[in-house]
């Protein structure tokens, strides 16, 4: 079945213990995104990847890292958590770089809780 | 830049009555414009997406969206309701000429759909 799949689904940890969320999709997407979801914010984008070895920031990156070395995995690392980072996260990706041409399939969330 | 708005962040609504979701953007570029939605527990799904041609726009699942260039908006709607309605709707926007599939999220509707 082609899906992308988030690990853990759920995460309680404490401020400045390193954790990292995973992702892994199955369909051979070049692209691949990391989202927060808040109340009334809706989606903002955290980082991107294009390809292996690229990526980017979105309009949130601060506190986060992501490392695309492989075309199917793109891990997002929480260095020094702190608790402005408890959130809904999401991965995503799609077959081609842009939206319109193929659309993102997301991951089914993972919940994070930083205390 | 460009900001997408949704102007109710909840909506109840009966089975088998109307539904509108608004959705009004701001941009000094053209873009695309698209409806997910996401269902509990679950990651968001492509409803329908606008690229160019008739302003009427059909989805999956019975709704449709009509871009309103004049507007600036790209209300969602469905003449009839179900109980597997029940989600959050998201309305998204991108650049047509953007790098990244750098979607622009607003806040999301809730739907809730009573019997």
């Known amino acids: 079945e082609a899906q992308v799949t988030q690990n853990p689904r759920y995460l309680i940890t404490v401020t400045g213990k390193k954790l990292t969320v995973t992702c892994s999709q199955n369909?051979?997407?070049?692209?691949m995104s990391w989202y927060r979801q808040d109340p009334g914010l809706g989606l903002r984008q955290i980082y991107y990847s294009m390809n292996v070895e690229v990526t980017d920031k979105g309009d949130v990156p601060e506190g986060y890292k992501v490392s695309r070395k492989e075309k199917r995995n793109f891990p997002l690392i929480l260095e020094s958590p702190s608790p402005n980072q408890t959130s809904l996260y999401f991965c995503a990706s799609s077959l081609e770089q842009h939206s319109y041409n193929s659309p993102l399939h997301f991951g089914n969330g993972t919940r994070l809780t930083v205390t | 830049a460009q900001s997408v708005t949704q102007l109710d962040s909840q909506v109840p609504v009966f089975e088998e009555a109307p539904v509108e979701l608004r959705c009004n953007y701001s941009s000094s570029v053209s873009v695309y414009l698209f409806w997910y939605v996401q269902y509990p527990n679950q990651g968001l799904q492509l409803l329908l997406k606008?690229?160019?041609?008739?302003?009427l726009v059909k989805g999956i699942n019975g709704f449709e969206a009509e871009f309103n260039k004049s507007q600036t908006s790209f209300h969602l709607r469905k003449p009839s309701v179900h109980i597997s309605d029940t989600a959050e709707y998201f309305c998204?926007?991108?650049?047509?000429?953007?790098?990244?599939?750098?979607?622009?999220f607003g806040g999301g509707t809730r739907v809730l759909v009573k019997p």
């Open positions: 606008y690229l160019s041609g008739s302003t």
């Open positions: 998204a926007v991108i650049p047509i000429k953007a790098a990244g599939n750098k979607l622009t």
């Open positions: 369909m051979n997407h070049e692209y």
